[in-house]
């Protein structure tokens, strides 16, 4: 407990607080409601959009340990059966997805595993599952199959499984590459694991390896901050992806907070983590990469696409399998049952796990798509002209010149384009854009 009775000084301006920073949709979770569940039915009841891509995403609630900056639903103490248990719900609901109309012979454009850990299923539990998957929706037009690794859990046999159940972007967590700061902050692995399991992955010839790395975890230096940006060069991934550290509620480390009686998170203010992607970017830049969102750079944008990040921000169905999955159909988006008990009974009773929906008006789909879009640092006018009759530029006027006299955005020659400063920051700029109804709520 905190034994200063002195009040507490207001944090400043830059400081991290507890919550979340990072904007994944459109309208906030905190509008989505038990009540508009019915809304699920309706949609996988209807015909697809023609054009709507379709894919397919499967949350793995498991790990290793609770890294103290984590707020996803995750389970560490699951056994083989217990696992067995699940991945089986998932196929159940899979099936049950596939019969629907809104699917009925659609195949997915791209599929996506998440989490959680992917890497933490046996190479026996990923070869099984993904037969059954493909036997009920098969992959063979994916683009795309995505995959996310902890480096730790990546022995020889398990990366050749994945690369033999047809990945295509691996993705690994790496976080950072100080075995301390990895330490404090609860991961699993350490650097030792990173760069052996780089190394495989790399002889297996995956078609793009991507490496995740953090700004500001629990004690990050400036030091330390400009070897991490030299090893991942050094590495030479595919794709680079830098996250801001942020603290939302449901942490370890927003527990220990609260606690303490503290105000502000014991990390980097975001001026500094803002600065910090900012050479990453500019050092990234001179070797040799582009900056294609506000947190990835890729070394041949022609070749390296991520198509389930592109799909989704441009309105494609997603059908999310398993606890806490978040789907999108038809212009409803919903979330499965958040813990794996209730989802596990509500599968094997033959309904759908569902935990909350939110039916989007065609005003909010256009605002849902202009805001992912923007994360991207480029907005082509044209595509909402053609997909919604909106000039975005006449329908935003206001906001957009405000951003534009601060310096964070241009529009030209038919395009909306962030500058860097723009895209450094470019979360905490959305909320502009959002229906006044919106603008209130915090997101999580
Ligand atoms: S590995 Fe990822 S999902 Fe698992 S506890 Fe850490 S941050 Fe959470």
């Known amino acids: 407990m905190n034994n200063d009775t002195s009040p507490p000084t207001p944090p400043a301006k830059s400081s991290t607080l507890a919550g979340n920073y990072f904007v994944s949709n459109y309208p906030p979770f905190s509008f989505w409601s038990e009540e508009q569940r019915f809304e699920v039915d309706l949609a996988l009841n209807s015909e697809p959009v023609p054009g709507a ?25 699951k056994n083989a059966k217990d696992i067995q248990t699940y991945l089986d719900a998932t196929i159940t609901e899979l099936k049950s997805l596939a019969e629907r109309p809104l699917i009925n012979g659609r195949k997915p454009h791209f599929v996506y595993f998440g989490g959680g850990t992917p890497s933490y299923l046996s190479a026996k539990q990923l070869a099984e599952l993904t037969d059954k998957m493909k036997a009920v929706l098969p992959w063979d037009k994916a683009e795309e199959v995505a995959f996310e690794c902890e480096p730790g859990t990546l022995n020889p046999g398990k990366l050749t499984a994945i690369k033999d159940i047809g990945v295509t972007r691996l993705s690994l967590g790496i976080e950072n590459f100080d075995d301390h700061i990895l330490e404090i902050n609860g991961r699993a692995h350490r650097s030792g694991e990173v760069f052996t399991a780089y ?17 500001g975890m629990l004690e990050e230096t400036e030091a330390n901050w400009q070897r991490n940006i030299e090893q991942t060069i050094a590495l030479r991934p595919d794709s680079v992806t830098i996250y801001q550290m942020e603290v939302p509620y449901n942490t370890t480390i927003y527990k220990e907070m609260k606690a303490e009686g503290k105000l502000v998170a014991p990390v980097a203010d975001w001026m500094t983590k803002r600065r910090w992607v900012k050479e990453a970017f500019a050092a990234l830049e001179s070797a ?119 310096g964070l955005l241009q529009v030209t020659g038919g395009e909306l384009r962030l500058t860097r400063d723009g895209l450094l920051c470019v979360d905490t700029l959305l909320h502009e854009f959002f229906l006044q109804q919106h603008r209130t709520s915090q997101i999580v």
């Open 199 to 215: 190394k495989r992955a790399r002889a297996e010839k995956f078609a793009q390896i991507n490496i995740d790395l953090i700004a």
């Open 288 to 406: 040799g990469y582009s900056i294609v969102s506000g947190y990835t750079a890729v070394l041949d944008p022609k070749r390296t696409k991520f198509v389930y990040r592109d799909e989704l921000w441009s309105g494609a169905d997603l059908l999310g399998l398993g606890v806490a999955s978040f789907s999108h159909a038809a212009g409803v988006h919903y979330q499965n049952l958040t813990e794996i008990e209730p989802y596990l009974a509500a599968v094997n009773a033959g309904e759908m796990p569902l935990k909350r929906a939110f039916r989007t008006s065609p005003e909010e789909l256009m605002i849902r798509e202009f805001i992912l879009q923007m994360k991207l640092g480029r907005v082509q006018l044209g595509y909402f002209v053609e997909k919604f009759g909106v000039d975005i530029a006449r329908r935003f006027a206001s906001q957009l010149e405000h951003l534009s006299a601060e």
């Open 53 to 77: 891509k379709l894919g397919v995403y499967h949350h793995i609630p498991f790990c290793r340990k609770r890294c103290h900056f984590c707020y996803f639903r995750v389970y560490t103490d």
